[in-house]
């Protein structure tokens, strides 16, 4: 017989209606898992046995299994690598920021097709799109994590492993419990999904979730060094995507966040900075400069730009009334770089088989 997951709302709704069991017990199911983080059915004693029994005999809690955890020295962020149950890792990163606020970055599949020359994710291609409870117990691991701490998840990030866009239903079915009130009760704006720039998507996620957070990974202001270092960009060119990005703030009148990873040489010619500004001005745009991580896995190809140069590139944005800011880094000692960890054990698992 195969299990089902306990966070597959209506295959669990309807197990209980196969049984004849009344339909309030499901809420007190539903209260005991995302309130109060009981992972052993027996635990929840809110219901009587024989539905314990019968969640243990059809129902499973967690698929995912802990490969390995990290903290950074200053504990202020998690990286968890985990293993599913086809033997694919997945990451997921935990950051508590010094202002309280915790925020828990999710993947969405295992490796990635986008291919983007400096992200390590792209070099373990796609192996799977993820299902829901797969997204779902990432964010159940780290909310008990942090409720032992006496603390709570305040905002989730599709910025892990994989492009969202590309496996919309689980995405979007993920979302809606994480907005649930009886669920993980999170405010729509706490929730940002980021995107290489696949239109179809955008144009869903417009429709679909209007206050949700939208981030785009944008990188270069024009499209021949967007193409050399983004694949995506021969299939969705920028003219394309800002006319469905227009779409989208004019739908939600929400800003939009864009990425702009910065790569000494490669991206960060002051005259790209004049590029970027005459691209975003009167848009609603706040760009988020990343400063490139030497580790990340590409082969030593890449280098970071210096401080200096992103700030000068701030200043260049702000003649063109452009919000930026630069983001801080956190778990460096511990290889945050999504994809990191993941392709270091596939690395150490060709080697032991050599």
């Known amino acids: 017989m195969t299990k089902i997951s306990i966070h ?3 295959q669990l709704r309807d197990l209980l209606q196969e049984h004849k069991i009344p339909a309030f017990r499901y809420g007190q199911i539903e209260n005991a898992i995302y309130k109060n983080f009981i ?5 929840i004693q809110t219901i009587p046995k024989d539905l314990r029994n019968l969640l243990k005999e059809n129902c499973f809690y967690q698929s995912l299994t802990v490969d390995h955890e990290a903290t ?4 202020q962020t998690t990286k968890f690598l985990f293993k599913t149950t086809d033997d694919l890792l997945i990451e997921a990163v935990l950051m508590r920021h010094l202002t309280g606020r915790n925020t828990l970055c999710i993947s969405c599949q295992a490796g990635c097709p986008m291919a983007c020359s400096f992200c390590a994710t792209g070099k373990l291609w796609l192996q799977k799109n993820l299902q829901l409870h797969e997204i779902i117990e990432q964010v ?4 008990k ?7 709570k998840l305040r905002n989730i990030v599709f910025m892990g492993m994989g492009e969202p866009m590309l496996n919309y239903e689980p995405m979007k079915e993920a979302i809606s419990m994480f907005c649930a009130q009886k669920k993980f009760d999170l405010a729509n704006r706490r929730v940002t999904v980021s995107t290489c720039g696949i239109v179809p998507g955008i144009n869903k996620f417009a429709d679909d979730f209007p206050q949700t957070g939208l981030a785009i990974s944008l990188h270069a202001p024009n499209d021949e060094i967007r193409k050399s270092i983004m694949p995506v960009d ?6 394309t995507l800002m006319t469905s990005l227009d779409r989208y703030t004019q739908k939600t009148n929400k800003r939009i966040f864009y990425e702009y990873i910065m ?9 790209l ?3 970027l500004g005459k691209l975003l001005q009167w848009r609603l745009a706040h760009v988020n400069f990343i400063p490139y991580n030497p580790g990340e896995g590409t082969g030593g190809t890449y280098a970071a730009t210096p401080r200096f140069i992103i700030e000068r590139f701030q200043k260049i944005l702000e003649k063109y009334g452009v919000v930026s800011t630069i983001r801080a880094t956190m778990g460096d000692d511990i290889n945050a770089a999504c994809g990191q960890l993941a392709r270091k054990k596939k690395e150490e698992e060709k080697k032991q088989e050599a």
């Open 8 to 10: 597959n709302q209506l």
């Open 39 to 43: 992972t052993d059915f027996d635990e």
């Open 72 to 75: 950074s020295s200053n504990g």
């Open 140 to 143: 159940m691991y780290a909310a």
């Open 145 to 151: 994590l942090l409720d032992s701490e006496g603390s």
């Open 234 to 239: 021969h299939t969705y060119n920028l003219d």
């Open 263 to 271: 790569i000494n040489g490669v991206n960060d010619h002051l005259k």
């Open 273 to 275: 900075a004049d590029e």
